[in-house]
Nanobody, 120 residues
Framework: QVQLVESGGGLVQAGGSLRLSCAASGRILSISTMGWYRQAPGKQRELVATITSGASTNYADSVKDRFTISRDSAKNTGYLQMNSLKPEDTAVYYC??????????????WGQGTQVTVSL
């Protein structure tokens, strides 16, 4: 009922920047929280950052002061600006959104993931 599509991943050198986007579509009445998670090879998926409908943000310690999460509620789109990238940021990045659908049911949606690779 709700679909998320990420874009913006790619290969970048250490110290570089990337901006990820997450476009939500479908039976969306509201988006309570949008978030970004990542999963590196052989590791569990971990929280990167979240943002609420009231624009409150939360970051993993490993990305604080380097990454910025934002959202455009009018476009149902979330963003993750990643600066000063490090090789350890290499992972598949997943967008997540949960909220209320037009059917008045809750949803918890995930995107398909976008690869971010940071080289030395």
């Amino acid at each position: 009922q709700v679909q998320l599509v990420e874009s913006g991943g790619g290969l970048v050198q250490a110290g570089g920047s990337l901006r990820l986007s997450c476009a939500a579509s479908g039976r969306i009445l509201s988006i309570s929280t949008m978030g970004w998670y990542r999963q590196a090879p052989g590791k569990q998926r971990e929280l990167v950052a979240t943002i609420t409908s009231g624009a409150s943000t939360n970051y993993a310690d490993s990305v604080k002061d380097r990454f910025t999460i934002s959202r455009d509620s009018a476009k149902n789109t979330g963003y993750l600006q990643m600066n000063s990238l490090k090789p350890e940021d290499t992972a598949v990045y997943y967008c997540n959104a949960y909220g209320l659908s037009t059917l008045k049911t809750s949803y918890n949606a995930w995107g398909q993931g976008t690869q971010v690779t940071v080289s030395l």
